[in-house]
């Protein structure tokens, strides 16, 4: 069994609906990662969370540690905002990390 | 803002033969790892490294692979005698305490 699963793996939006991408997982963690991931292959890292809720800009995320769970939203989406989201768990401080499947956004203007 | 540096971006080799791939992460980071994606598949963790030694490894990372950090700024993966199943793309990261991983660009590499 997965240890991170994101749902869903697909979602298309048109522009300016909100977005929300969900991150369950079965571990004990340090921290929950947000990544972005564009066709090119490149890895950008969104947001680090332990707890509660971060927001930057349009994205949104929080976390719920008791539930084992995490969102990202995504305001007033963008076709810029296409990508590949993962959510990614960190079990120990400066630990590595162990990625989801990934979420595949595909935003049409 | 400082980038971790990935070389080369693309590297064919044929089978069997020995790659080395070369990351220079951020200057002052002292935490660094080696990922891993295959092509349509999740990114997995191969090795990480802290104060000149790997402070953990994967299944993944058998005798095949080897990392280095020959210099003050570089830090190298090694795969001997590569195999078909090696093609992926890598990725290299490095953090500093408490802060995210940043990740280069990755190298993808394609053994014919």
């Known amino acids: 069994k997965n240890e991170v699963e994101q749902s869903p793996q697909n979602l298309t939006a048109q522009e300016g609906e909100f977005i929300t991408i969900n991150c369950s997982y079965s571990?004990?963690?340090?921290?929950l990662h947000w990544l972005q991931q564009h066709p090119g292959g490149g890895i950008v890292s969104l947001f680090m969370?332990?707890?509660g809720k971060k927001k930057h800009g349009r994205l949104i995320a929080t976390i719920n540690i008791q539930e084992k769970h995490s969102s990202l939203h995504i305001t007033a989406s963008h076709p810029r905002d296409s990508a590949v989201y993962i959510c990614a768990v960190q079990k120990a401080s400066y630990g590595k990390l162990t990625f989801g499947q990934g979420t595949i956004l595909t935003v049409h203007p | 803002e400082p980038e971790v540096t990935q070389t080369p971006s693309h590297q064919v080799t044929q089978m069997g033969q020995e790659v080395i791939l070369r990351c220079v992460p951020i200057s002052n980071h002292l935490y660094f790892y080696w990922y891993r994606q295959i092509l349509g598949q999740k990114v997995e963790f191969l090795v990480s490294?802290?104060?000149?030694?790997?402070?953990?490894k994967s299944e993944i990372f058998d005798d095949q692979f080897s990392v280095e950090r020959p210099d003050g700024s570089n830090f190298t993966l090694k795969i001997r005698s590569t195999k078909l199943e090696d093609s992926a793309m890598y990725f290299c990261?490095?953090?500093?305490?408490?802060?995210?991983?940043?990740f280069g660009d990755g190298t993808r590499l394609s053994i014919l």
């Open positions: 990261a490095s953090s500093d305490s408490g802060q995210p991983q940043h």
């Open positions: 490294f802290y104060n000149n030694e790997i402070s953990e």
């Open positions: 969370l332990s707890s």
């Open positions: 571990v004990g963690i340090s921290a």
